[in-house]
T-cell receptor
Framework: NAGVTQTPKFRVLKTGQSMTLLCAQDMNHEYMYWYRQDPGMGLRLIHYSVGEGTTAKGEVPDGYNVSRLKKQNFLLGLESAAPSQTSVYFC?????????????FGPGTRLTVL | AQSVSQHNHHVILSEAASLELGCNYSYGGTVNLFWYVQYPGQHLQLLLKYFSGDPLVKGIKGFEAEFIKSKFSFNLRKPSVQWSDTAEYFCAVSMDSSYKLIFGSGTRLLVRP
């Protein structure tokens, strides 16, 4: 049981390049989330998904797109990277049942945009 | 707007000192409360959570937190810290059983041996 995994772990991009971050979970969770973590700002929600085939915007969605074609995967895309997107990106997942709203986090992807 | 505040951004303690980290939220309805810890270079891990019942919650590694509804607070405590507690601590709140969490800005704790 690997939990939540993310690939890649590190990436350096030039301004204007595109890339996709992959999040995978093997816990059969319904909900999945993408956050970015910046110094002094905690974690901010980019996009989230409440089930396969559905996505929704979070707090800071601009410049990002997501897809949830399979229940276990949640992809985060940057179409044209900007230096302001330099950050650490965390994926999380949560099971559907009950009010226990605990999210499980992946190890993170450190992205630098030059 | 709903928000979560962690007023201590950096805390430095010596080993065996007591710890209390503050967390306040702005929301008058039902809340679920969490403390997560992020050790250097690692991902977030759950320390403890509150959903209902006893407002004093015990978590892993000797941490505890007390929910005081009248003060909109959920402060984290540990009677005696260790060097291995050096990490960043995040308070998070879910409002009205929402599937979204709102995080505080975090508190960096440095424990000196």
């Amino acid at each position: 049981n690997a939990g939540v995994t993310q690939t890649p772990k590190f990436r350096v991009l030039k301004t204007g390049q595109s890339m996709t971050l992959l999040c995978a979970q093997d816990m059969n969770h319904e909900y999945m989330y993408w956050y970015r973590q910046d110094p002094g700002m905690g974690l901010r929600l980019i996009h989230y998904s409440v089930g396969e085939g559905t996505t929704a915007k979070g707090e800071v969605p601009d410049g990002y797109n997501v897809s949830r074609l399979k229940k276990q995967n949640f992809l985060l895309g940057l179409e044209s990277a900007a230096p302001s997107q330099t950050s650490v990106y965390f994926c999380a997942s949560k099971r559907l049942a009950g009010t226990y709203n605990e999210q499980f986090f992946g190890p993170g992807t450190r992205l630098t945009v030059l | 707007a709903q928000s979560v505040s962690q007023h201590n951004h950096h805390v430095i303690l010596s080993e065996a000192a007591s710890l209390e980290l503050g967390c306040n939220y702005s929301y008058g309805g039902t809340v679920n409360l969490f403390w997560y810890v992020q050790y250097p270079g690692q991902h977030l891990q759950l320390l403890l959570k509150y959903f209902s019942g006893d407002p004093l919650v015990k978590g892993i590694k000797g941490f505890e937190a007390e929910f005081i509804k009248s003060k909109f607070s959920f402060n984290l405590r540990k009677p005696s810290v260790q060097w291995s507690d050096t990490a960043e601590y995040f308070c998070a709140v879910s409002m009205d059983s929402s599937y979204k969490l709102i995080f505080g800005s975090g508190t960096r704790l440095l424990v000196r041996p």
